[in-house]
């Protein structure tokens, strides 16, 4: 009994250690928004109160949109779980519940697609959105080239494929269409697949720096990485506090992410996916 009590001491004491160690960087970077002067050293991390103020948040506020950036970000980042969401469940349930030919051949290709770095489409997708398209400064250009994610195509395939075939024929049995099939009996079974693909999706577009940097060159247009990226190289020169300015940009960049983890945690938990089967 105090063997199996003291593995468990044991086993807090280390999670606790390694959850210190993973939210010290988020902490420090909290606090050092907050700061009036900077302190470097190791005591910078447990601030003066006296030294804490919201003045850095004005200070980038004044020199960049935060409100039009956060807008920019969200309208990029909803574009593309929109796209990513629909188009997913979609093939997903194509390649892992229908019967056709070259589905195999079509998963395969959704693999491969994944080993190509994003870096080596960069100049033939800007050419195409940007001037055969014409959609530099334009959020629809932003968006197209993530609208299709082959990594939730898979999540949705693999989730898809643990449900009953029972369930489906049983359906069509009492005259469901596929569409019908997919929206009353597939979607609401692999909704924590849902919620990962669309935290997944999120978290990509959100902090997406390099395409939208690109394609676009209008400020009000830039997403708030972008504005970010911008004002560390060109304007925190001229701020009174430029470390304390960049960590309040990073902590507005950095919190919706964490806010949208904190609410959907609880929902990462697998259905029982059988539930629906008798017998």
Known sequence: ???????????YVVLSLG???????????????LQTDVDPTVAGA????????????????????L??????????????????????????YALAVLQWRGRGATFALALLVQVIPFQLLMIPLYVMIA????????YLGMILPFFINSTAVVI????????????????????AGEFRL???VALPLVRPALLTVVLL???????????????TKEASMQPLAVSLANFISNIAASTSNPFGAMMAGAVVLAAPAVVLFLLFQRYFTSNDLGSGVKG
């Not at 949705?156 to 005259?175: H, N, V, W």
Request: hydrophobic share 55%.
């Open 1 to 11: 009994m105090r063997r199996v009590l003291g593995s468990k001491i044991a086993l």
């Open 19 to 33: 959850a210190v160690m993973f939210l010290f960087p988020f902490y420090y970077m909290v606090v050092g928004s």
């Open 46 to 65: 447990f601030p003066n109160p006296a030294n804490l103020t919201a003045e850095n948040y004005v200070a980038i506020n004044e020199r960049i949109n």
């Open 67 to 92: 409100l039009q950036g956060l807008a920019n970000s969200g309208i990029f980042a909803g574009g593309v779980i929109i796209g990513t969401a629909v188009f997913g469940v979609l093939a997903g």
């Open 131 to 138: 001037r055969d398209f014409g959609l530099a400064d334009n």
């Open 156 to 175: 949705f395939r693999q989730y898809f494929l643990q449900l009953p075939r029972e369930l489906f024929d049983a359906a069509r049995i009492d005259g």
């Open 182 to 184: 997919l929206w009353s």
């Open 201 to 215: 999706t999120f978290i990509g577009p959100w902090n997406e720096f390099l395409w939208p940097f690109l394609i």
